[in-house]
């Protein structure tokens, strides 16, 4: 199946609420730190080619998770976030329809699940399961010598883990979608917003505050934050209705900097903030710079 090589884990629609008055993303780069901050547009930011095209043996693409399911999520989420964006805008919550709701529950899940770091930090786990169940099959019915080949060849498994996270990004828990189906929407806006006074965005841009030992979703201490605009911010929140508060300079410096933390590449409106951004994290982490999160 033939389809669009240029993937974007971040949609462009989402990215662009974060750009200048131009269109310009500037953008920093962790693991080009000597480039410092460049210029992007959405359409060539936070993009890799056949990130989610899922390959056979025998070499047939399928690039499905893309084409068919991620176009039509970021499709549907775009109108639902402009009206978010929006109703913050005019100090109002959003008041989504059950149908929107269930969009923005969606899109919020797979915004954790579709990005380069979470496929990376999932990979040891995902190849151990693979073999776990492989092992388990082999006691029942013993893998022929070509079989056990495939099983030592690291380019194969490569290929296998791949398709395996291509394939997990489109599956929805359950469990964690019936918690923020639950919750309210709680929205962070910045009043009279300013290019040095803004949201970021990350290539890992959802960001979990919580305390120690109390990690769970349905904690109502945990925040799960998703930047939506240079001046919107959105987390679940506990309560019987959605909730709109002025984000004062403390709480942008905490969300952006997190972001920062987890993420490869960060982007925003203005150069300023991004270079304060890095300049404040490397100076006692200076290590981090130069390396893929």
Known sequence: MSGPKRHHYIAQMHSKRFADPDGILHVF?????????????????FVEGDFYTQVDGDGTKDVSVETEFLARLDSDASP??????????????PNLSVAEKDVWVEFTYIQFKRVPERREKNKEEILQEMRRKL??????????????????????????????????????SVK???VLSEKRIGVAVIRKPKPKRSFV?????????????????ADPTVEVWLPLARDVAVT????????????????????????????????G?????????????????????????
């Open 236 to 267: 679940p929140c506990p309560g019987e209705r959605d909730k709109v508060v002025s984000a004062n300079d403390r709480h942008i410096r905490e969300i952006n900097k997190s972001i920062f933390q987890q993420s490869t590449v960060i982007a």
């Open 135 to 172: 092992d388990f099959i082999g006691r029942f019915q013993p893998f022929s010598d070509r079989e056990l080949s495939i099983l030592d060849d690291e380019e194969t498994m490569e290929r296998l883990f791949r398709n395996s996270s291509i394939q997990n990004v489109r599956m929805t």
């Open 201 to 217: 965005i990350g290539s890992n841009p959802v960001v979990k505050m919580s305390n120690p030992g109390r990690s769970h979703l």
């Open 176 to 178: 964690v979608s019936g």
């Open 269 to 293: 409106c203005s150069r300023e903030v991004i270079e304060s951004i890095v300049g404040d994290y490397s100076e006692n982490n200076s290590e981090r710079l130069g390396h893929a999160i």
């Open 29 to 45: 780069d962790s693991r080009r730190p000597h480039k410092g901050v460049q210029k992007r547009t959405p359409r060539n930011l």
């Open 80 to 93: 639902v976030i402009e009206k978010i964006v929006n109703a913050a805008r005019r100090g109002c919550p």
